[in-house]
């Protein structure tokens, strides 16, 4: 185990290179649904219950059961009133299990990046083969399904082996050259997107996805009213909208349809779009358009960049 | 290091869920509902009528509102105690000003300790659903079925004795269940229950005995949820019933009648801080031209 796993360089939230998005825009903003399976007796993980309570479960996979009968059509109606395309973090299985939803997305354009097979089968405790395998399945069963080459991974339920950004990028390389496998949600570090260091060297970003803007965060964890978290969701946008002047910056909302779907959580949620959607300098858009945009116009000069500001005697060396 | 190899197996990875109880359905594709009058949305408010015993075993787990401390836990079971003495009769109250036709589910042993209190909900002609046998009697995974059978049967015989009452509709003691509760509700002549909260219509359940309804009965939206473990303020329980009471009769326009279950503690909101809330609540919704308030049984059999 590490004290740091070294993913990213130190680079202060100040001078940085000037980030303008496109048409000038200062904010990019993006709306990643998480549309997740759960399994009802999932095989048991060494390091991870899937469960509070012994099998059948009901309280915990009957609410995510209801995302996908109720809350999904509710979300990708208000997405669409709002012109936002979702950027979809799929449990990859939900392809097999509720094609209806992922043929709906697909034809309104949506993105659909990598969550894994089930959000009930985590990464811990697997070999790097077997890590390499899942991640496998997810991206071709995507592109099986979609026709899309999976750019980016959030990793199931957050599971994480150390390797799990190297897997992700190799594999989607292997599988679909420079068009799949280069951005990772996975990482909370910044405000702005970040290059990664990967073993393979290749041009890896992190994308802000925000663990705070996340519905699941703010209402099962943090337990904040519904009407507080639409002003949460404001006041995130209108800070970064204003630093966005100097350099170009990134709001993610993660949503889940079994949370903010719920009848007396839209209003706030939609209150929120409305308000953000509203504002002319905001480039409305997708993880992986975010991704290709600063990989193609600011990957190099950030790595420069940050290499510049390393303490030249290399640190602490911890 | 690696796991076993079933870890990476799917044997239910296909089309639908991953278990035989229920088909896989998105309500916005299944058929419109109408309700009577041209109504948009159906208002069931049923109240939990619970007996919390002091000597708790909390087996498998403690349930929510039940003891915490060192036995005898006073506190609680006297603060439980308040909901069916005081709590309950300002609810009646309520109800009555704002012509709320509610239901009540209540533990069998409840009903056995206080007839006063069945003999006045029977009086008023409201409909009774089976909450098990007490708050400390739960319907869990791993559970010996004969013993759960036992529970089940007990629970709903002693009901319909008591009552006179049919008893089509269950709740689970903390909504919890055995994988044979559904099978075993059914054998015993149970119609519909409402312990899966996945939909916000009801919906065919598959048992070994037939098929039972499930109706849906929000936790996201019950008093105890937001209040107790939210901790959310009773001004925010008003606007989060106003939100979901508005967005429902919004979405009902077009997509045929919608159902806004609220499932209340008296224990809870019949304190004398909160009670105004609840009057709040119902006077909201009772004063919308598309609510129609109707009990359980009476909304599915329009359905």
Known sequence: ?318 | MSLEKEYLQYPLRRYGMDHDRYEWSQLGERPKVQWPNNKKLALWVNVSLQFFPLNQKGIPFKVPGGMTMPYPDLRHFSLRDYGNRVGIYRFLKAFDRFGIQPTFAMNTVLAKRNPYLLNTICERGSEILCHGWDMDSLHYGGQDEAVEADLVKKSLDDLRELSGQEIAGWISPARNESENTPDLLAANGVKYFCDWVNDDMPYPFHTAHGDLTAMPLSNELEDRFILMNNLHSEDSYVEQIQDACDFLLAEAEHSGGRILALNIHPWLLGQPHRIAKLEAVLDYLSSQDGVWSAGASEILSHC
């Open chain 1, 1 to 318: 185990m590490k004290a740091d796993p070294r993913f990213y360089d130190y680079w202060p939230y100040e001078n940085r290179p000037k980030i303008v998005w496109p048409n000038g825009a200062k904010l990019a903003f993006w709306v990643a649904p998480n549309i997740e399976f759960y399994e009802l007796n999932p095989p048991p993980n060494p390091q991870r219950a899937a469960w509070p309570q012994p099998y059948p479960a009901l309280p915990g996979y009957s609410i995510r059961d209801y995302g996908n009968r109720v809350g999904h059509q509710r979300q990708m109606a208000l997405l669409e009133k709002y012109g936002i395309r979702g950027s979809i973090s799929l449990s990859t299985a939900l392809c097999d299990h509720h094609p209806e939803i992922i043929s709906a997305c697909k034809e309104r354009d949506w993105e659909f990046f990598s969550h894994g097979i089930y959000n009930t089968r985590y990464t811990y405790g697997m070999s790097e083969a077997q890590e390499r395998e899942m991640i496998r399945d997810s991206m071709t069963s995507i592109y099986k399904h979609t026709g899309q080459k999976c750019a980016g991974y959030l990793a199931p339920a957050l599971s994480h082996s150390e390797l799990t950004l190297d897997l992700f990028a190799e594999v989607g390389t292997e599988l679909f050259g420079d068009d799949g496998g280069f951005y990772t949600c996975d990482l909370f570090h910044d405000d702005q997107p970040t290059p990664i260091h990967l073993r393979s060297e290749k041009p890896f970003v992190s994308i802000p996805y925000s663990l705070e803007m996340n519905d699941t965060i703010a209402y099962a964890v943090n337990k904040v009213e519904p009407r507080r978290y639409g002003q949460m969701m404001r006041d995130n946008f209108d800070r970064l909208y204003q630093e966005g002047e100097e350099s170009g910056t990134v709001m993610c909302i993660p949503t889940h349809n079994y949370q903010v779907s719920c009848p007396h959580r839209l209003k706030a949620f939609e209150e929120s779009l409305e308000y953000i959607t509203g504002h002319s300098d905001v480039w409305v858009t997708t993880g992986r358009e975010i991704a290709e945009y600063y990989r193609e116009h600011y990957y190099q000069t950030s790595k420069a960049d940050i290499a510049a500001r390393q303490p030249k005697a290399g640190g602490t060396g911890l």
